[in-house]
């Protein structure tokens, strides 16, 4: 543990400012404030939080962990990397063959029929670049237009929640949820169940996750899905990508950094002598694929292809990233996998600098 011990003690004296306790402070705690009424508020459960908390794989094995690792924390937008991993699964079931399809050719009368609307492909909604158009879940794309994100390195042009002239699909990067959870829902009605179920059954059982992590949705996110397959029609909840408005996943930092391990892997997990290939590679390998309008960023997850948005970090690396603080750091060259949670963002690059030293 000396190796990592500079890692550590930086991280637990950098802890993000939001208070532990969402309900004793709920001013000081989130990313909705920003947006305009009525969505200025939580409209999914939030829960208290854990310390700085973290854990190092490297090789396969844990060497590293401090905090409450096993404590099951919301880690807000890390889930939006868990809806393309998703996506992948319904590609290697068949289900999504051509990820340049238009979302609209399967799957009518939900968000995807208007004439600006029919032309999103499933690729425009992994990278960021689908312009879609509309109320999601209760939600007006509108609240994310302009988005302030701490990782986008380019200025946003207007006032967050005003309505910026929509662009032609694909044509356009901004950061945003609204729009991914539309893609959320895209993919339950894709799979005809409900999205929380995929995700314990085709990734979180395979690679030996715990019980505790839930994906839970907003309090007035129901949708009736009609019977399919033999299944009966059911009542499920559609779930968020993040946190921004309350819900997502809460999951700990012991199995974010085995769906971490599993990227790493390329979408393989080993357990004793089996190989059980849960994701495709070739998924995994396009997920890393930087998106034409915006480098640094892939399918759902922010690249370092020109080492600009984390500058001590290798060309090679690649992140999951939510707000308060939480972070997946994936180095394929070092076969390692990092995970910190409510560190402040503006230190996440002397985070980063510390581990690389501890590496070398």
């Not at 637990?12 to 969505?39: F, M, S, T």
Request: aromatic fraction near 10%; glycine fraction near 8%; proline fraction near 7%.
């Amino acid at each position: 543990m000396t190796q990592w011990s500079d890692v550590i003690a930086f991280s637990q004296l950098h802890e993000v400012d939001w208070p532990r306790d969402p309900a004793k402070d709920p001013d000081r705690w989130g990313v909705h404030h920003p947006d305009p009424p009525p969505w200025n508020r939580l409209l999914g459960p939030v829960h208290e939080r854990g310390p700085v908390s973290g854990v190092i794989r490297q090789r396969g094995e844990m060497v590293a962990q401090w905090g409450e690792p096993h404590r099951s924390d919301l880690t807000f937008s890390v889930a939006k990397t868990y809806l393309a991993m998703l996506a992948g699964i319904a590609h290697d079931e068949g289900l999504l063959p051509d990820v340049d399809e238009p979302v609209s050719r399967r799957l009518k009368e939900i968000g995807f029929d208007s004439p600006h609307n029919q032309t999103i492909t499933w690729r425009h909604l992994l990278t960021q670049v689908s312009e879609w158009d509309g109320n999601c879940l209760g939600i007006e794309d509108t609240v994310d237009r302009y988005r302030v994100v701490s990782h986008d390195p380019r200025p946003v042009m207007g006032v967050k929640g005003t309505a910026r002239p929509l662009q032609t699909p694909g044509t356009y990067w901004e950061y945003n949820d609204v729009r991914i959870n539309q893609l959320s829902l895209a993919l339950l009605h894709l799979f005809g169940k409900s999205l929380p179920d995929v995700w314990r059954e085709k990734i979180l059982t395979p690679i030996g996750a715990t019980d505790d992590a839930q994906w839970r949705g907003y309090d007035d996110a129901w949708v009736d899905l009609p019977a399919k397959d033999g299944r009966p029609a059911q009542r499920v909840k559609s779930v968020p990508g993040g946190t921004h408005w309350g819900a997502g996943v809460s999951i700990s930092a012991h199995d974010q950094a085995l769906i971490g391990q599993l990227m790493l892997q390329k979408g393989a997990w080993f357990h004793h002598s089996k190989k059980t290939q849960v994701i495709s590679a070739h998924w995994i390998n396009q997920m890393m694929q930087p998106c034409p309008l915006a480098s640094f960023y892939g399918w759902l997850v922010w690249l370092n292809t020109d080492r600009t948005t984390f500058t001590h970090a290798s060309e090679q690396s690649y992140f999951m990233v939510g707000a308060g603080g939480n972070y997946v750091w994936i180095m394929p060259e070092e076969q390692t996998v990092v995970v910190v949670r409510w560190l402040e963002s503006n230190r996440f690059d002397g985070f980063v600098e510390r581990v690389m030293k501890a590496l070398n």
